[in-house]
């Protein structure tokens, strides 16, 4: 049995492209000494020195299908005898194909399991072979949509000032775009009145003043906001209760320009005010994104330019 003074341990793994590299200098930054593209089977001795050299008390590795000797039983036996002495997370990454693959023909890299074969030939082996690792993850994050400052965020929420709180991510998007994967709660806002249909606030966004007023002029606002409020005020103390560290809630419409972006400020804004509450458990920090307001407005805000 590991207790909460035990050596802390992050294996990163999922698929190549999905920023296991990225994961991995966050978690620099969070204090964490990193070890990329370790083989399953030196994994002991590097958690064990035979020189009884001192082990680091945080220590990330990345282990994944390009080691040697690499497969999912063989990691869940290693995972097993790792549990006894040292507390462990897994963390996976992962990535739609179709990103993959751009990631991939972007940056001209060659996938490391594709050989002479096609990039997206690779993808398919590889998930193969990693897929029944995603398994015995404690954290799932997709990264098909995310910049790198959304995985450092995100990250930031698991496994950086541990023991003060839950992180609560809150974003907007559009319907048409899809889910965002990693959301915990998903609200639909597309009951409300859409400003998209009145051509002075159509090419503005829920940002706007004219488009807020439009927005809170609808009935089922007030009602539905104090729902919410009143729900999440309820969910996210248990939440925080059950050891939950990163919290995602997403609101949605049919564009993600104004109802989901007017909705998503709105309840940012309320969360925020809860912060220092000795009442309420709810949130050490609260971010707020918009996925579909504006690529360009979403990298700025992220403070990255590319994708993971």
Avoid at 234 to 254: D, M, N
Wanted: charged share 25%.
């Amino acid at each position: 049995m590991t207790d909460a003074q035990s050596p802390r341990l992050v294996l990163v793994t999922g698929m190549s492209g999905a920023g296991r590299s990225a994961a991995l200098k966050a978690l620099e930054d969070f204090g964490f000494e990193a070890v990329d593209n370790l083989p399953l089977t030196l994994l002991p001795n590097l958690l064990s020195p035979d020189d009884g050299a001192a082990v680091p008390d945080k220590l990330a590795v990345c282990v994944d299908a390009r080691t040697r000797a690499f497969s999912a039983d063989a990691f869940a036996d290693s995972l097993a005898q790792i549990k006894k002495a040292r507390t462990v997370t897994v963390l996976f990454l992962d990535c739609d194909d179709d990103e993959l693959v751009r990631r991939y023909v972007e940056t001209r890299h060659r996938h490391p399991l594709a050989g002479n074969l096609p990039v997206a030939d690779g993808i398919t082996i590889e998930r193969g072979i990693i897929m029944p690792v995603r398994a015995m993850a404690d954290v799932v994050l997709d990264t098909s949509a995310m910049t790198l400052g959304d995985l450092k965020a995100a990250l930031a929420g698991h496994f950086a000032a541990e023991g003060s709180g839950m992180s609560v991510f809150v974003t907007s998007f559009s319907f048409k775009k899809g889910i965002p994967r990693n959301a915990d709660i998903v609200f639909d806002v597309r009951f409300l009145a859409n400003p998209h249909y009145d051509e002075a606030l159509k090419p503005l966004s829920g940002r706007d003043a004219a488009v807020q007023a439009f927005i809170k002029k609808d009935p089922g606002f007030d009602i539905f906001f104090k729902g919410i409020s009143n729900l999440l005020g309820e969910l996210l103390p248990r939440y925080a209760r059950e050891g939950k560290s990163y919290l995602t809630i997403a609101l949605g419409c049919t564009g993600g320009r104004h109802r989901s972006v007017f909705a998503a400020e709105q309840l940012a804004d309320a969360l925020k005010t809860t912060k220092g509450d000795p009442d309420n458990e709810s949130a050490r920090n609260v971010r707020l994104a918009h996925r579909d307001l504006d690529d360009k407005a979403k990298d700025a805000q992220a403070g990255e330019g590319t994708k993971t």
